[in-house]
């Protein structure tokens, strides 16, 4: 059997979900706005655009346990999984990507290098991660209520 959530640790992770927000748009906006347009800056911007975005997915799918909608939704948590796959595999793979991109062009600035943007894939694998995981457990949680409902 599983553990309930408790509503301290939603409220932890809410609180968490908001803050990757605020990082993913400020990286989006500060990387668009300040550095010069080049190739490097526009990964960057992609993938911490991404990072707050996939944190905001985080947010919707704890703010919908803390209201207790799934139950009336739960085959929804399946789309969540799958997306938290989806790219989780798209971000590690970009992650490699960008940091044989950087060793292979020998960069060294590390502000306008494909090194700042392999992190911030990181990051986004990280988000995806944290999508499917918490996804897989809420399902984990009404797995006992879909088979009252089958009867």
């Known amino acids: 059997m599983t553990e309930v959530t ?7 992770r809410i609180a968490y979900s908001l803050f990757g927000i ?5 990286v989006f906006v500060i990387w668009l706005t300040v550095f010069d347009n080049r190739k ?23 703010i919908m346990h803390y209201q207790d909608l ?3 939704w739960l085959k929804g948590l399946r ?5 938290g ?21 020998n960069q060294s600035d590390l ?11 990181a990051l986004s694998a990280k988000w995806s991660f944290l999508l499917f995981w918490y996804s897989r457990n809420y399902r984990n949680e009404f797995a006992d209520l879909t088979a009252l409902l089958e009867f």
């Open 70 to 72: 799934w139950r009336t």
């Open 22 to 26: 605020a990082i993913g748009v400020s």
């Open 85 to 105: 796959l989806l790219f989780l595999g798209i971000t590690g793979i970009s992650f490699v990507t960008f940091l044989v991109l950087a060793i292979y062009l």
């Open 111 to 121: 502000v306008r290098s494909y090194y700042i943007t392999a992190i911030w894939c």
């Open 6 to 12: 408790s509503r301290a640790r939603l409220h932890c």
């Open 40 to 62: 490097e800056t526009y990964a960057t911007v992609t993938y911490g655009g991404l990072s707050g975005v996939l944190a905001a997915w985080n947010l919707i799918l704890h």
């Open 79 to 83: 789309l969540f999984i799958g997306g």
